[in-house]
DNA sequence: GCAAAAGTGTTTATCTTACACCCATGT
DNA sequence: ACATGGGTGTAAGATAAACACTTTTGC
């Protein structure tokens, strides 16, 4: 009657691209089971380093990144979710820009890549469920949070955070009174350049302000981003 | 270099009467380590049990109670907050009214009560720290989904909900004003009841339609209890 | 000059807040 | 009759929503 049950660790990492939307990191299997499978990064957490740890590690193993953006999701602990023997994934919610890392396959994957969330594969084990928790939690986190600018360039056009908004939220959202809200918020400044993509009248760039975002937290100043 | 890691539950069970305010459920260790020492309900995942299982199980063995409504919080995993063995602990948060129960401490705890969540007494391993979690939880969570209703009796007077909402919240909140938003939500219904229980007038008293609420929830409708 | 994307204010409607007196009962 | 807790509406202020034309650039 000895517990017989193993700890793992799994990271949903998000990416975001004006073009492709918001994307997912995901491993291709070297190994059994699910060999070949496409499969969320992670793995078994070591003795002695803590869960993120174990996080930080498998991420750097398997995709070669480092994802600036890091929280707890859920633990997934149903008896039969691994083939072999009992294992419980401490699921993890991690935030990249895409375009910081060149992605490479290591040690346990045999390929790695970014999946648009409209179009995700059939995944090993019940990872599918778990992207599914965590894009849930990033849509309600993200209208309360600023976290969304952990998806963008450090300095980015005013239009791609409407973007970013907008494919998460799903809701068509007035560019005005976007852009009022998010100002009101006092945390985002323009920083002097422009940046013209394709066509059209260059836009300005802006920055997320964490430092300011952060002592008017500490002010007991709360609002959300979105009501609707 | 084989894992060797437990995973044990623990649970965050939260009680509530007007007199005494929120409470929290704890058990004195009959083992060590920290024998005697007051602790979180809690213990190791048997091998064939879910998560939510585990926890049912050992709130059962050890206080003789069956929550109402649970959740999963958070895992906590630190290396060092077991002094024995590297133990993972999957925390939950439930909410119960205390008196459809009465505790009675059973074999492996030596007694089992409720502690007002503003006089803790010094607790095993990282216990605190986990009920802080659970609080902030509870606090958080009670302005956007209808949970307080789960520590209140299933008919009560219009006040008890008010006084919940000022213990938790602790801010005076507007009696009138209140009473409109929460009525406005729909799912609220009036009893044909009265209740007195010292004096002043008498009460009507109010239950709260659970199957309204989901229907109403089903239908995309949102709305957060209080932006405050 | 036209297509493409960025930039920008005002008015109206809705929601939130502030506020105080009367009612029904027990003692 | 007074103390205790329960019950109730309205007006002012704040916030969110609706709405469309001009600017700057590349081609």
Redesign the interface.
């Known amino acids: 009657?000895k517990?017989?049950?193993?700890?793992s660790v799994d990271a949903v990492v998000f990416g975001y691209s004006p073009e492709e939307g918001i994307q997912v990191l995901l491993i291709k299997r070297k190994y059994e089971p699910f060999q070949k499978s496409w499969a969320l990064p992670g793995g078994?957490?070591?003795?002695?380093?803590?869960?993120e740890e174990a996080v930080h590690r498998e991420l750097q193993e398997e995709a070669g990144i480092d994802v600036n953006y890091l929280e707890?999701l859920?633990?997934f602990?149903?008896?039969a979710r691994d083939p072999r023997n009992?294992v419980?994934s401490?699921a993890h919610f991690g935030l990249v820009r895409p375009d910081d890392y060149q992605l490479s396959a290591q040690t346990d994957a045999e390929d790695v890549a970014w999946f648009s969330i409209k179009r995700i594969p059939r995944l090993a084990f019940d990872h599918k469920q778990i992207i599914d928790v965590a894009i849930k939690r990033l849509r309600s986190k993200i209208v309360y949070e600023p976290i969304g600018f952990e998806l963008l360039d450090k300095e980015f056009p005013f239009s791609d955070l409407e973007k970013l908004y907008q494919v998460l939220l799903d809701n068509d959202l007035d560019r005005r009174n976007f852009k009022k809200r998010i100002m009101a918020l006092g945390f985002l400044e323009e920083v002097n350049k422009t940046l013209q993509r394709k066509a059209g009248r260059p836009a300005k760039l802006y920055r997320f302000n964490k430092k300011k975002y952060f002592e008017l937290k500490e002010r007991g100043y709360h609002s959300?981003l979105f009501?609707s």
Do not use: A
Request: glycine share 4%; proline share 4%; hydrophobic share 35%.
């Open positions: 009657m517990q017989d049950i193993k700890v078994l957490v070591l003795n002695e380093e803590s869960l707890q859920y633990s602990g149903q008896p009992r419980i401490v959300d009501y």
